[in-house]
């Protein structure tokens, strides 16, 4: 109920600035959908070395299915390996091709059809250099027309000459914004975004939420952002514990009925 009268406000304050507040417009839509299971791993273990020789071990025998629509949302602090997770995940992703995407053991299979939009953590460093943003984009989509490409770059708030922009001079908010430019002309049927409001401003965190809960897409999501935990997420998987209990809990449900299952646990 929150989350709605939160909307209306935010509605009626919008309404109020329209006028003079230049809004993105992100719509994810898909090709085709996927198959009815897009994911499934099991056992997944992944570990770094550190630099006194020890190994770290982040994920450990995670296993989960995930189904077409879930929208999963990561939580929990920085440094608990939910970008790892992401990561081992991609390894076996169609049409990744990440850098630094693998696991160390275990099984991850990816359904029928499933296409990967991926909104890296480190998202200038997805990006090459020394094009135009028009050229770097239009490379994902070789048929778009030049119109194609204005119109996706003006619902991202690149305006007239902006599309001309050398992608070296990009801030992190115009390459953020790219991205999503990337993601919108893929159309994939799966998005996987990692931090993605690190440098946006409040109208494109709003405009991504409301984007992500319209998708009938499968998401994975990291995010500190409550309002994104709370309204985009129909699904929690949260990294909590130390070195000696650190685990992963999977709730099939969305952040409040989670929230409310851990208040009865604590009774």
């Known amino acids: 109920m929150n989350s709605r009268k939160k909307e209306v406000e935010r509605l009626a304050t919008s309404e109020l600035a329209r006028s003079n507040i230049a809004r993105p417009f992100i719509r994810f839509d898909m090709l085709r959908p996927s198959g009815k299971t897009v994911l499934e791993f099991e056992n997944v273990n992944k570990s770094y070395a550190q630099p006194d020789g020890k190994t770290e071990h982040v994920i450990n025998n995670f296993s989960a299915a995930v189904q077409r629509g879930d929208k999963v949302v990561l939580i929990g602090r920085n440094g608990q390996g939910k970008t790892t997770l992401l990561k081992a995940l991609l390894a076996n992703g169609p049409g990744v091709e990440e850098k630094d995407v ?41 048929q778009a027309t030049k119109e194609d490409i204005r119109g996706i770059l003006g619902q991202m708030l690149f305006r007239g000459e902006e599309g001309l922009k050398k992608t070296d001079a990009l801030s992190g908010g115009e390459a953020a914004r790219l991205l999503f430019c990337k993601i919108m002309l893929q159309k994939p049927n799966v998005l996987v975004l990692d931090e993605p409001t690190n440098h946006l401003d409040l109208e494109s965190i709003n405009a991504l939420n409301q984007a992500i809960q319209k998708y009938e897409g499968t998401v994975f999501l990291v995010t500190h952002d409550q309002d994104l935990i ?13 070195p000696e209990d650190f685990h992963i809990t999977d709730h099939k449900g969305p952040y409040e009925e989670y929230q409310q299952q851990l208040a009865l646990a604590a009774k």
Do not use: C, N
């Open 230 to 242: 709370e309204e985009a997420g129909t699904r929690i998987w949260h990294f909590e514990g130390g």
């Open 102 to 142: 693998s696991i160390d053991s275990g099984v991850v299979k990816w359904g029928h059809e499933a296409q990967i939009g991926y909104f890296a953590q480190d998202h200038k460093g997805s990006i090459q250099l020394g094009m135009t943003a028009s050229d770097w984009l239009h490379q994902f989509d070789p």
